[in-house]
């Protein structure tokens, strides 16, 4: 397991909201994370498609973890904005959100994220439910 991987998976573990929504850590590499999320009728809105809070929650963290791969030893990573667009509906069996690093630089990186929808059948290609730009603050501890 590299140390890039052992960082995020370490960090990620350790968040109760993640755990709280049945996210787990589907890809680390340096400047991307993906997180898969199922559907689960517990973070549905009242329309049965998957609740934005939900989305945005696990778009966030993908970014952050985006982030968190280039981020200095010694440092970690808050959100300091972000700004999402709802495309469509989510709907689907599964999401994946895809965070990835636009700029790094010493104090702040920007990232952009993307929540994928994959429905039964995996001869339909996935549709994008979500766009996020979000910029992530490295924070000394």
């Keep these: 397991m590299n ?9 990620f573990h350790a968040q109760g909201l993640m755990q709280t929504l049945g996210a787990s850590l589907l890809s680390v590499q340096p400047g991307e994370v993906q997180i898969a999320l199922p559907y689960q009728k517990a973070l549905s809105q009242q329309h049965g498609f998957l609740h934005a809070g939900a989305v945005s929650s696990v778009v966030d963290s993908a970014a952050g973890y985006a982030a968190l791969t280039v981020a ?8 300091a904005e972000f700004k999402i667009n709802l495309m469509r509906p989510a709907i689907g069996e599964r999401f994946v959100a895809i965070g990835k690093v636009v ?22 290609p996935p549709k994008v439910v979500a766009l996020l730009q979000a910029t992530i603050v490295n924070v000394k501890y």
């Design 103 to 124: 700029n790094a630089g010493k104090l702040l990186t920007v990232c952009s994220g993307e929540v994928l929808a994959y429905g039964a059948d995996a001869a339909v």
């Design 72 to 79: 200095a030893q010694g440092y970690e990573v808050v959100t």
């Design 3 to 11: 140390a890039v991987f052992e960082r995020i998976s370490t960090s």
